[in-house]
């Protein structure tokens, strides 16, 4: 698929736990019943900041209903979070973009009667596989209040780190303004291809591992780019890229170009038709990246996603509204004056 604008959140697939144990599906209007009997109970609603006790049915049918609706229209992604063995709701999950910028806000809750389990960190993960996969986000953040323990553990345990304290309300307990600890997870520090997320005190500088890829600005006659979004399975899935990939031992840049841009994109390029224009260095945790990237104006053949990947025609001008891994995003300026 080639899309002429950013368009991330008018396709994306449903989010399955790490273990296999859970299932993440959007919430249904026969949800309502479960979700009233996890959720109206003191030991989860005094965690919640929005939520009341006793917590009335006629609300959960309009939360319920809500978080549909809110699905429809991309602007929040709560998840009914679905014991695979039972089929019993559990909890609930989700994700809310702010309307500006590059963050969404997390907010989780998982049953009483199934704390204990490790329920609620394959919940979160799953939904930060997802997220990072799905939506242009590079971060997520959480607040937790100081006394909710077993969560502050839960997003410890998961690479959150700790930016800031503050207060806040819980209608829950009203007349109180309770102590809350403000956590943040990035991209960056999201190891997707092992399914676990690293904590970035365990990040260090790659020594004698050093990756070795070829990349192409492909323009067209309208001066635009293409970019590919890296599919899901993929470490930093959902970002978008210079179509490239690997060189491999003994293998000349442009000869890894013309091969990849074949079996990527099914175009046929030639050595002659690239223009060596400039080049990334960046260390990522498990190794340095040091990628040339060239120019190419000609080929033959139309460029197709051949491995499920959406591809995307983009102006100069408007690369910095696609989210790109961080040895990609320092060319955009050259790209642009050059352009």
Request: net charge negative; glycine share 8%.
């Given at each position: 698929?080639?899309?002429?604008?950013?368009?991330?959140?008018?396709?994306?697939?449903?989010?399955?736990?790490?273990?296999?144990?859970?299932?993440?599906?959007?919430?249904?209007?026969?949800?309502?019943?479960?979700?009233?009997?996890?959720?109206?109970?003191?030991?989860?609603?005094?965690?919640?900041?929005?939520?009341?006790?006793?917590?009335?049915?006629?609300?959960?049918?309009?939360?319920?209903?809500?978080?549909?609706?809110?699905?429809?229209?991309?602007?929040?992604?709560?998840?009914?979070?679905?014991?695979?063995?039972?089929?019993?709701?559990?909890?609930?999950?989700?994700?809310?973009?702010?309307?500006?910028?590059?963050?969404?806000?997390?907010?989780?809750?998982?049953?009483?009667?199934?704390?204990?389990?490790?329920?609620?960190?394959?919940?979160?993960a799953a939904l930060i596989d997802w997220g990072f996969t799905e939506l242009p986000i590079s971060t997520v953040t959480a607040n937790v209040a100081a006394?909710?323990?077993?969560?502050?553990?839960?997003?410890?345990?998961?690479?959150?780190?700790?930016?800031?304290?503050?207060?806040?309300?819980?209608?829950?307990?009203?007349?109180?303004?309770?102590?809350?600890?403000?956590?943040?997870?990035?991209?960056?520090?999201?190891?997707?291809?092992?399914?676990?997320?690293?904590?970035?005190?365990?990040?260090?500088?790659?020594?004698?591992?050093?990756?070795?890829?070829?990349?192409?600005?492909?323009?067209?006659?309208?001066?635009?780019?293409?970019?590919?979004?890296?599919?899901?399975?993929?470490?930093?899935?959902?970002?978008?890229?210079?179509?490239?990939?690997?060189?491999?031992?003994?293998?000349?840049?442009?000869s890894a170009l013309v091969r990849e841009l074949d079996e990527e994109l099914g175009i046929c390029v030639t050595k002659s038709d690239l223009a060596p224009?400039?080049?990334?260095?960046?260390?990522?945790?498990?190794?340095?990246?040091?990628?040339?990237?060239?120019?190419?104006?000609?080929?033959?053949?139309?460029?197709?996603?051949?491995?499920?990947?959406?591809?995307?025609?983009?102006?100069?001008?408007?690369?910095?509204?696609?989210?790109?891994?961080?040895?990609?995003?320092?060319?955009?300026?050259?790209?642009?004056?050059?352009?």
């Amino acid at each position: 698929m080639i899309m002429s604008e950013p368009n991330f959140s008018s396709h994306y697939s449903t989010p399955s736990a790490s273990a296999g144990r859970l299932i993440l599906r959007p919430f249904v209007k026969a949800d309502s019943a479960a979700f009233h009997h996890q959720i109206n109970d003191w030991e989860i609603c005094r965690r919640l900041p929005e939520a009341p006790f006793p917590y009335p049915s006629a609300l959960a049918d309009d939360w319920v209903a809500s978080a549909i609706e809110d699905h429809s229209e991309r602007t929040a992604f709560e998840f009914a979070v679905i014991e695979r063995a039972t089929s019993a709701l559990v909890g609930s999950a989700g994700l809310r973009p702010a309307r500006r910028g590059s963050t969404a806000s997390l907010g989780y809750w998982i049953g009483r009667a199934f704390w204990g389990q490790g329920y609620a960190r394959e919940a979160v993960a799953a939904l930060i596989d997802w997220g990072f996969t799905e939506l242009p986000i590079s971060t997520v953040t959480a607040n937790v209040a100081a006394d909710n323990v077993a969560s502050i553990a839960v997003l410890r345990r998961l690479g959150f780190i700790e930016t800031g304290m503050g207060h806040a309300k819980f209608i829950g307990r009203p007349g109180e303004r309770l102590v809350v600890q403000h956590f943040s997870f990035s991209r960056e520090n999201h190891d997707r291809e092992s399914r676990k997320v690293v904590a970035p005190a365990a990040i260090q500088e790659p020594e004698g591992n050093m990756l070795l890829v070829a990349a192409c600005a492909l323009v067209d006659r309208d001066g635009r780019i293409l970019l590919a979004r890296r599919p899901a399975g993929k470490k930093l899935a959902g970002l978008w890229e210079f179509p490239g990939g690997k060189v491999m031992p003994g293998e000349l840049p442009e000869s890894a170009l013309v091969r990849e841009l074949d079996e990527e994109l099914g175009i046929c390029v030639t050595k002659s038709d690239l223009a060596p224009f400039v080049f990334a260095s960046h260390s990522y945790s498990d190794f340095h990246l040091l990628m040339p990237l060239f120019f190419c104006r000609r080929w033959s053949g139309t460029p197709v996603g051949r491995e499920g990947q959406a591809l995307a025609w983009v102006a100069p001008e408007r690369l910095d509204e696609y989210p790109m891994p961080p040895a990609d995003r320092p060319l955009i300026p050259m790209l642009r004056d050059f352009l």
